[in-house]
């Protein structure tokens, strides 16, 4: 009875919140207003959207920025996983470990820490190359497609990196080693031999960072709006902004990109079920042996280093040096004589900033508890069950990962617009937004865990007389401890620099970090902004130091 309760309200809250926002988003874009208080079905946001000339525009320019995206963060985050792992360059495990921290830097900091970098204008890198070669050049132009790229490419490189490591990591280096016998060149070795043989992986990757890059917010509404470059994320944003707000032609452009998002992942998941086609890890053992760099050890370190700064070093020194400026001025000797803790003195006075932290903390924590508890139940009845259909609740749990944030953000709103049960403009409206993004996340954690657990255990409590109540919770649940204290961390990392799926649904009260970060720079308050974002990254990468061990010692207890 327990067990039935227990799981049917687990597979009906999952379809709820994965059908429910989709539904009535296409429901929303076909609708148009008739006469007052109606409306009628027709296609009209959709053909308003394409008689403009608007959509062929955003298309276009959606597809220039997620392929120029997708390809420089695969080149950039590939080189450095090749080199990391297939060769004996130094510092190689430092790095690795240092590869998780630009993972949570939040996407409008790191967008807001390059526009100091690389304006046009007063860009710190543009006027120390300005100097060192006495020109007037731009050498960076952040407000451009290339720059948008350069920026977006650059934040998702580490992703690019972890992939591709573990691709290297579990490849046989057999051909690369009678390549070299051969007299092969390393980067022949790494063309001809090493991509050519993670092929798979190296497509798959290519493709999450494809999506990826279509749905990115930030960078699209911080450098492509000012310069006029308008894809789909910042094209739903106009439209939700402008008076009267245009609902229906944010739900078809919304409708538009849930498509191509939903065709890369088809794309990557078909690629994934084929990869066996490319396996060179067979029953026979294999020791790794890393490629002699010999005079090129020390070059391939200063790589690190240049990509690691440009990553960290410089985003982070130039809020820095922002944060204790009463003005934002380029750094100079006069500038040195204005350096103050005001700004500082602001973020611990504002109340709207203690307020998000507050909300923050408790949206991510409360998100990461719900998901992975959730989740826990929907792994079982996935891995453990015959249930017909369960394959479909896998699939529904894992539906959400198809939504863009902002387009979450935008199905949700409208939702709780039209069934008003008191949650719009509250923090219960955040929650569920949280609880529906990252839904896929705690899957794929707990799913791992519960393929390791073996199934006797469960039948030995049932032969002793436990209940599935007391067996789910008292060996379930702690044998799922490592994956579930991973994702755990992992979600409300994650939950504390979102912006995207928040920046539709906040009010005054319930604002996060990231939204007062966002409305600090629309308000041009630069150095309150910089101070905020070095505390915020500062605790993050805490935050990351102290459960980078204890999710190694969780792991190494249940082995």
């Known amino acids: 009875m327990v067990r039935g309760v227990v799981v049917g309200a687990s597979i009906a809250l999952v379809a709820y919140?994965?059908?429910?926002?989709?539904?009535?988003?296409?429901?929303?874009?076909?609708?148009?207003?008739?006469?007052?208080?109606?409306?009628?079905?027709?296609?009209?946001?959709?053909?308003?959207?394409?008689?403009?000339?608007?959509?062929?525009?955003?298309?276009?320019?959606?597809?220039?920025?997620?392929?120029?995206?997708?390809?420089?963060?695969?080149?950039?985050?590939?080189?450095?996983?090749?080199?990391?792992?297939?060769?004996?360059?130094?510092?190689?495990?430092?790095?690795?470990?240092?590869?998780?921290?630009?993972?949570?830097?939040?996407?409008?900091?790191?967008?807001?820490?390059?526009?100091?970098?690389?304006?046009?204008?007063?860009?710190?890198?543009?006027?120390?190359?300005?100097?060192?070669?006495?020109?007037?050049?731009?050498?960076?132009?952040?407000?451009?497609?290339?720059?948008?790229?350069?920026?977006?490419?650059?934040?998702?490189?580490?992703?690019?990196?972890?992939?591709?490591?573990?691709?290297?990591?579990?490849?046989?280096?057999?051909?690369?080693?009678?390549?070299?016998?051969?007299?092969?060149?390393?980067?022949?070795?790494?063309?001809?031999?090493?991509?050519?043989?993670?092929?798979?992986?190296a497509f798959a990757t290519l493709l999450i960072l494809f999506v990826r890059a279509l749905e990115s917010f930030e960078v699209p509404a911080l450098l492509g709006l000012p310069a006029g470059i308008h894809v789909f994320t910042s094209a739903i944003y106009s439209a939700m902004h402008r008076y009267p707000a245009n609902v229906g032609l944010a739900c078809a452009y919304a409708v538009m990109l849930i498509a191509l998002t939903a065709l890369g992942l088809w794309l990557q998941s078909r690629l994934t079920t084929r990869g066996e086609r490319h396996a060179t890890v067979a029953g026979r053992g294999f020791r790794r042996r890393p490629i002699d760099l010999r005079a090129w050890r020390w070059p391939a370190a200063a790589l690190f280093l240049v990509y690691f700064l440009l990553l960290v070093g410089l985003p982070f020194l130039v809020l820095l040096w922002s944060s204790f400026q009463t003005f934002y001025a380029v750094p100079s000797i006069g500038a040195l004589g204005r350096l103050t803790l005001e700004p500082y003195r602001f973020v611990f006075a504002f109340p709207a900033i203690g307020r998000a932290t507050s909300n923050s903390i408790v949206l991510a924590a409360g998100s990461a508890t719900a998901i992975m508890l959730l989740t826990s139940i929907i792994c079982w009845v996935v891995v453990r069950t015959k249930l017909r259909g369960r394959s479909l609740v896998d699939a529904l749990a894992s539906l959400p990962i198809v939504f863009p944030g902002l387009v979450l953000g935008l199905a949700i709103m409208v939702f709780y617009l039209h069934v008003d049960i008191a949650v719009y403009g509250t923090l219960w409206i955040l929650f569920i937004a949280y609880v529906t993004r990252f839904l896929p996340y705690g899957i794929r954690y707990n799913t791992a865990s519960m393929l390791g657990i073996h199934r006797e255990l469960e039948e030995s409590a049932a032969v002793s007389g436990a209940s599935w109540w007391t067996t789910f919770r008292y060996i379930v649940l702690p044998l799922l401890r490592p994956g579930f204290v991973a994702g755990w961390i992992y979600i409300a990392i994650v939950a504390i620099r979102e912006l995207s799926s928040s920046i539709l649904l906040y009010a005054p009260g319930s604002e996060v970090l990231s939204i007062v970060i966002w409305e600090l720079w629309e308000n041009g308050q630069y150095v309150e902004l910089s101070a905020l974002g070095v505390l915020m990254m500062l605790a993050l990468f805490a935050l990351v130091m102290i459960a980078q061990p204890i999710a190694g010692r969780l792991v190494a207890r249940a082995a």
């Open 17 to 201: 919140l994965a059908l429910v926002p989709l539904g009535f988003l296409l429901w929303q874009s076909v609708q148009v207003p008739n006469a007052p208080g109606s409306t009628r079905f027709a296609l009209d946001h959709y053909a308003a959207a394409w008689s403009s000339g608007s959509t062929p525009r955003l298309i276009a320019n959606s597809l220039r920025f997620a392929t120029a995206t997708s390809l420089f963060a695969f080149a950039v985050g590939t080189l450095l996983a090749f080199v990391n792992e297939r060769t004996n360059a130094p510092f190689k495990r430092l790095f690795y470990a240092l590869s998780i921290v630009p993972l949570v830097i939040p996407g409008v900091l790191f967008v807001v820490a390059w526009i100091l970098l690389g304006s046009p204008q007063i860009g710190l890198v543009n006027l120390a190359l300005q100097r060192l070669t006495g020109s007037d050049h731009v050498f960076i132009d952040v407000y451009s497609l290339w720059g948008m790229a350069f920026v977006d490419g650059l934040h998702y490189s580490p992703l690019a990196f972890l992939l591709m490591s573990a691709a290297f990591r579990a490849m046989d280096p057999a051909l690369e080693e009678a390549a070299l016998t051969s007299g092969a060149g390393i980067a022949a070795i790494a063309w001809h031999i090493t991509l050519r043989l993670t092929w798979p992986a």
